[in-house]
């Protein structure tokens, strides 16, 4: 069975900065992309970054040079860095993986949240 865990979540002045981080484990066989959502209270939940296993990224244009997303392959890892934190980007944030568990078969796992908060 295949899991996400997100930490690294928190309460920061705007002008912050967080990194946070989610591990996947459990059976795999690959991971492909590897991503960070959003979901701010009574908005839908957004993208805010993805990598793929090659380490090509994409940016949602509201965090474009605020945040770096990276990832360890080798601990089947995913970061997000984010800097100049804004209000606005306080959300519950989600971690996203398209993992395939065999060579055949990919399924997209989600994990369970991590809350961040910016303070004006």
């Known amino acids: 069975q295949v899991q996400l865990v997100e930490s690294g979540g928190g309460l920061v002045q705007a002008g912050g900065s967080l990194r946070l981080s989610c591990a996947a484990s459990g059976s795999m066989f690959s991971i492909n992309t590897m991503g960070w959502y959003r979901q701010a209270p009574g908005k839908q939940r957004e993208l805010v970054a993805t990598?793929?296993?090659?380490?090509?990224?994409n940016y949602a244009d509201s965090v474009k040079g605020r945040v770096t997303i990276s990832r360890d392959n080798a601990k089947n890892t995913v970061y997000l860095q984010m800097h100049s934190l804004k209000p606005e980007d306080t959300a519950v944030y989600y971690c996203n993986s398209d993992i395939q568990t065999t060579a055949w078969t990919a399924y997209a796992y989600w994990g369970q949240g991590t809350q961040v908060t910016v303070s004006s």
């Open positions: 990598i793929t296993r090659g380490g090509s990224t």
